[in-house]
């Protein structure tokens, strides 16, 4: 084929896992994860059947957004092993023919990187000018929070964890840009020197045999010259209209590719910050930045209030249907999506477009089918396949993301959460941690997670929903995720064929057909508690049929007018 859109890559045809490493497996009983303790797992994955790892940052870091402020790109931070291990990491995973995508950092680094302990010291440090440093603007009186007497920010951003993304630093009289936590001041793009150094770490990871990265926030590398005040109320944080997808930023992303990419067949995910489906080929397209596929976030912003991430909303099917079936359409000829509703930053799907009660193995499943027939690749977030849920939060001393404590804070200075209870009920709906309690592997203590105290709070329900037990019981979430992930492995349809919406109008039901040549599959999704009534319409009327996956018993292996059942899933399969 030579249409772009249905040219066979490998990585169009993987299913990806997400490892957590702090809250996977701890093998050393000091309450964190570490890679000696994903070793011990590696036969886990196999049996899952994934065929790529995406492991989030093990590099040396103080720890202060989870490894996400890294300190040095070239090492294994102590909690985590050493090199070494991680090498027979690598070794194990290609051995089971899993692949390794490494997080790659470069928006921003650790305060503790040599590179900013240097540039700190004096405004003639050589690494100066790899960060953004400004001086204050003069004000009358007080400046507000993180500055002298008379002196505010340099411009109005705001950071995504709350509060300025600026810092004053006493020792030269100047404020550095931090657009996460203080202690992850941006790096300056514009330095040729950065790139530089930036180009050859990735490199050098590349030579040890790894098969790709995955970007953190990628698009927002390139600041406008002057970083002018934000102007758009609307932007997902203040000043972002600034930044994303900022004016070099394809020139960066291009010389990355042509420097770092160009003749290798590695995997590439951006994680894109407030990407539309218009800008998305820019980055993922035949003429884009030569970039695998992107991480987008229309549809995980549906259920946000009118404060944004940290208000609550309400979301509904027609509006997931109608924003993911957009990507669907707007990359069917060029670009390649990534299929998500789970991550490390995002609180568990089950609880939040499923049923987390009574329906949690339905709807778990249900979702699971969502993201593994839509046309993209797959990514499971570690606990997905058990179907874990969001973590009940009882107190803000459970909370230990710097993301949910500063916005919390924040929220309560501005006056948007008044009451304990109130910060409580949006952490149990919002938070990040929700997603990072440990991995439930058995009812032993701890979920068997550690020998040791871990380092957030194991969820409760542990002693029901847990991998042992899943394993043992055929009609568990896990054993569901194994079809799902065979059946795109058998059915070339699902991975390439044509995404086309079926009864676009249903409130309570999602249907759609794939479509490769003849082959031709349909899948019908029922978001409801409650039954649903599914009426094939008459395009799909005589073809032969046969019913491929469903996550109740089946009642009949054609398709045809049926009652759904709650969060019901039907995969078939249809002949010309
Ligand atoms: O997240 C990017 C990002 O935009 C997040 O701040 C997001 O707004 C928030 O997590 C809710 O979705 C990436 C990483 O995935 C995240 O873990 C890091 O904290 C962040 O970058 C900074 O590196």
């Given at each position: ?8 890559s490998w990585w169009k045809e993987a299913v990806v896992y997400q490892i957590y490493p702090r809250s996977f497996n701890d093998s050393d009983g000091d309450g964190v994860g570490d890679i000696p303790g994903i070793i011990e797992k590696l036969d886990y994955l196999a049996d899952l059947g994934v065929d790529v790892v995406w492991l989030t940052p093990v590099y040396e870091s103080p720890d202060n957004d989870n490894g996400y402020d890294i300190a040095d790109y070239r090492s294994i931070d102590e909690r985590y092993g050493t090199m070494a291990d991680w090498e027979e990491l690598l070794a194990g995973l290609h051995e089971r023919d899993i692949r390794l995508v490494m997080d790659l950092v470069v928006n921003h680094t650790s305060s503790e990187h040599e590179w900013f302990r240097r540039s700190r010291e004096s405004k003639d440090s050589e690494y ?449």
């Open positions: 084929m030579t249409d772009p859109g249905t040219r066979r100066r000018d790899f960060y953004i440093w400004r001086e204050g603007r003069r004000v009358d009186g007080e400046g507000g929070p993180r500055g002298p007497e008379g002196e505010a920010p340099p411009n109005d951003w705001e950071s995504f964890f709350g509060g300025p993304a600026w810092s004053y630093d006493e020792r030269t009289g100047e404020w550095y840009l931090h657009l996460f936590d203080v202690k992850q001041p941006d790096l300056n793009w514009e330095n040729p020197a950065v790139r530089e150094e930036i180009f050859e770490m990735m490199e050098w990871w590349l030579a040890k045999g790894i098969d790709g990265f995955r970007m953190d926030v990628i698009n927002i590398i390139s600041k406008p010259e002057g970083l002018p005040d934000g102007e758009d109320p609307n932007a997902v944080v203040h000043g972002a209209d600034q930044y994303v997808n900022g004016p070099r930023v394809h020139e960066f992303l291009g010389e990355m590719y042509d420097r770092v990419f160009a003749g290798r067949d590695a995997m590439t995910v951006g994680e894109m910050v407030d990407l539309s489906v218009e800008e998305a080929p820019d980055y993922v397209g035949e003429d884009g930045d030569g970039m695998s596929m992107a991480f987008s976030f229309d549809h995980l912003r549906l259920d946000f209030g009118g404060n944004g991430r940290w208000s609550r909303g309400e979301w509904s099917l027609v509006e997931l249907r109608e924003v993911l079936s957009d990507w669907q359409d707007g990359l069917a000829d060029d670009g390649w999506n990534s299929l998500h509703l789970n991550n490390h930053d995002q609180p568990r799907a089950v609880s939040r477009f499923g049923d987390d009660g009574e329906y949690r193995r339905e709807s778990a499943k249900l979702l699971g089918t969502l993201t593994h027939t839509l046309r993209g690749t797959p990514y499971v977030y570690q606990g997905e396949e058990l179907g874990m849920t969001n973590y009940p939060f009882e107190s803000l001393d459970e909370v230990r993301d710097v993301d949910t404590l500063q916005n919390v804070a924040t929220a309560k200075l501005d006056g948007r959460i008044e009451t304990e209870e109130e910060a409580l009920d949006l952490v149990r709906y919002r938070s990040r941690d929700n997603a990072r309690t440990p991995m439930q592997w058995s009812a032993a203590e701890n979920a068997g997670f550690t020998a040791g105290e871990p380092w957030i709070g194991v969820n409760p329900n542990y002693p029901r929903i847990n991998a042992e037990r899943a394993r043992v019981d055929g009609d568990s979430v896990w054993h569901y995720y194994c079809d799902l992930i065979d059946l795109r492995s058998e059915h070339d349809v699902l991975v390439y064929g044509a995404y086309d919406l079926v009864l676009a109008d249903h409130e309570e039901v999602w249907a759609y057909t794939r479509t490769l040549g003849d082959e031709r599959a349909l899948v019908v999704l029922n978001f409801a508690d409650g039954r649903s009534r599914f009426e094939p319409p008459s395009s799909l009327d005589g073809a032969p049929s046969k019913l491929l996956l469903c996550n109740y018993e089946a009642t009949a292996s054609a398709v045809e007018p049926v009652e759904l059942r709650p969060y019901e899933a039907r995969v078939y399969r249809l002949t010309a």
